[in-house]
């Protein structure tokens, strides 16, 4: 195995942490998307309760698990993270 100058171990590192940044970024975009997302889905059913009138009943269980959707979105999924990548 070759043994690497100090410059081509440098610009290894160097790619490796841009190769790290960029990642970190792709993650930043896609939690804002599902930040978004989240609060979208909040901003429509708090319209669809309110603009008709209606009534919905729920029991704790339900109401529970709705909270914790809201509040904890999931984690983006890898093919969440490629498709934002794109941009």
């Known amino acids: 195995m070759k043994k690497l100058t100090s410059s081509e ?3 290894k590192e160097i790619a490796a942490i841009e190769a790290a940044l960029a990642e ?3 993650d930043i975009a896609a939690g804002r998307v599902v930040e978004e997302s989240a609060a979208a889905h909040v901003k429509r059913l708090n319209k669809l309760l309110l603009d008709n009138d209606s009534e919905f009943m729920f029991t704790q269980r339900d109401f529970e698990a709705l909270a914790s959707s809201v509040e904890n979105p ?8 490629k ?3 794109r941009k």
């Open 74 to 81: 999931p984690k983006p999924k890898t093919a969440l993270r």
């Open 9 to 11: 171990q440098s610009a």
């Open 83 to 85: 498709l934002m990548a």
């Open 24 to 26: 970190t970024r792709s």
